[in-house]
């Protein structure tokens, strides 16, 4: 099976992201998963991962697809979902040798 990335469409809702999958017998299905744009404003998701989230989650929903449940042809990613891509994907947050996330402030002493 082939997943392509077709890109998106920028919508008053949010965004649009298309992919196109290719089976084994050449059959092609085409998906479009939205993403609202409270999320991309509100740094949910960076825009850039954005496609990769959506992509994700096709990935996903392709595996567990059966004939008799069949992938919807839309789909919207959910904030739950985009939540746990963030903290999936963010570094962790380093800490220094005093527990704090940046160094303490130098004290200037007189000569």
Not at 28 to 56: H, K, N
């Amino acid at each position: 099976m082939q997943i392509q990335y077709l890109g998106f469409q920028s919508k008053q809702r949010g965004r649009d992201y298309a992919y196109l999958v290719t089976n084994k017998q050449s059959e092609q299905r085409r998906f479009t998963f939205s993403i609202p744009a409270e999320a991309l404003l509100e740094g949910r998701v960076r825009y850039q991962d954005a496609a990769s989230v959506c992509y994700q989650k096709l990935q996903k929903a392709l595996e567990l697809e059966t004939d008799e449940q069949p992938l919807p042809r839309y789909a919207k990613v959910s904030i739950q979902e985009l939540d746990e891509y963030r903290e999936m994907h963010s570094p962790p947050k380093r800490h220094n040798q005093w527990g704090l996330n940046r160094p303490p402030k130098r004290r200037h002493s007189e000569v």
